[in-house]
């Protein structure tokens, strides 16, 4: 193809990551928040447990335990307040950066853009041809993750450098686009997203506006006027990539803002992307996206947020937002990630 003739590719380098990792710090509000969060929710079943007591007649059976739970269920409050409070107001002067507000010049503002695409033959041209409009633009990459529609061929014949993944899953699909984009040595700044139409290329001047301050500029979808009337992300999911956003920022608290933790629209500098490429695990799938933010800041990557515009999507859903039960799980994964570290989750699309 054309365009990919013109890409000059440099190979990956195979040693692990710089030792960029500041002193790890204790995540006291992380450990706080989800001390309270298991207070509030034993003291909100002790406080259930009346409809049994009165309702099936179980009172002198389960008062012993009722009274228990209700008055315990302040000790865990009271231990996560005095965790979180610590952090708060005695590690965090220590944990802030103190260099000053990073403003990078960009000397080539050229950009690489890779697009995950499953089963996405609806979109994928109108998502190619959208990006390649983009003045800045200089190559747009698609991955599709062994897609049984004509998602390829009508990514190939919009323009796009296609490559087929024949691991499936969205992380696998997702470190391939990376992998592929950071050898396209005649771009410093890659950008991440789908092939979907949920984003658009207008962004991209959003992005660049940012990306002087940080490695990383994540979008975030949580901008009200800037989400389209109906979108997959529902209420539930809103708040709830919200919360595990802010889970996410307690653990490196300090050092970063996020409350939208499941965008795959991000611009990353290349070179911070070739370090962190190694010490990214595929094989973590829907829960990738939160996965790159914890891995990227343990790094020692800076990051900042992008407000972006979020639109319906073309064709069927097949991730995390197919219903607000699998969003659930997700995020329950992404939880668990972020608390006990990240292991592989299966592929279930
Ligand atoms: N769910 C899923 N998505 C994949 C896979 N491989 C690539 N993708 C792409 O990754 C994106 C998943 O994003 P998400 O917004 O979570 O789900 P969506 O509702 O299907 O767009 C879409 O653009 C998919 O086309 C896969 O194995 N599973
Ligand atoms: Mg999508």
């Not at 929710?41 to 007649?57: A, E, I, Q, T």
Request: positive net charge.
């Amino acid at each position: 193809m054309e365009r990919s003739q013109t890409v000059r590719y440099e190979s990956l380098p195979v040693a692990g990551v710089p030792s960029q990792v500041r002193g790890r710090h204790r995540p006291l509000l992380l450990w706080g928040i989800l001390c309270v969060c298991f207070g509030m929710g034993m003291h909100l079943l002790g406080v259930l447990l009346v409809f049994p007591r009165y309702l099936l007649g179980l009172n002198q059976a389960l008062l012993p335990f009722n009274e228990w739970i209700v008055w315990y269920s302040g000790m865990p409050v009271m231990a996560g307040l005095a965790l979180a409070l610590t952090d708060l107001f005695v590690l965090l002067p220590n944990k802030r950066r103190s260099e000053q507000v990073r403003c990078d010049a960009l000397p080539n503002r050229g950009l690489t853009v890779a697009l995950t695409a499953y089963n996405d033959e609806l979109s994928i041209a109108e998502a190619v041809r959208d990006f390649l409009g983009h003045p800045l633009v200089r190559n747009v990459i698609v991955v599709s993750n062994s897609s049984t529609d004509a998602t390829f061929e009508r990514a190939q014949a919009a323009g796009a450098i296609t490559f087929d993944e024949t691991a499936r899953g969205y992380g696998r699909c997702v470190f391939r686009c990376l992998s592929e984009a950071v050898k396209c040595a005649d771009t410093d700044l890659i950008v991440l997203c789908e092939g979907d139409r949920t984003f658009r290329a207008h962004d991209l001047d959003k992005f660049l506006a940012y990306a002087p301050h940080a490695d990383i500029v994540n979008g975030t979808r949580t901008v009200e006027p800037l989400r389209q009337y109906a979108t997959q992300l529902s209420t539930f999911m809103y708040y709830g990539n919200f919360f595990v956003g802010k889970l996410l920022e307690s653990k490196h608290l300090g050092r970063c803002t996020i409350t939208d933790v499941g965008t795959t629209y991000k611009l990353c500098h290349r070179d911070a992307l070739l370090r962190l490429l190694p010490t990214l695990d595929p094989s973590v799938n829907l829960e990738f996206n939160a996965h790159f933010l914890d891995t990227a800041l343990a790094q020692g990557c800076s990051m900042v947020e992008c407000p972006v515009t979020f639109h319906p999507r073309i064709g069927v859903s097949k991730g995390g937002n197919t219903n607000n039960m699998r969003a659930l799980l997700v995020g329950l994964r992404m939880m668990a990630g972020i608390v006990f570290g990240w292991r592989p989750s299966g592929h279930t699309s």
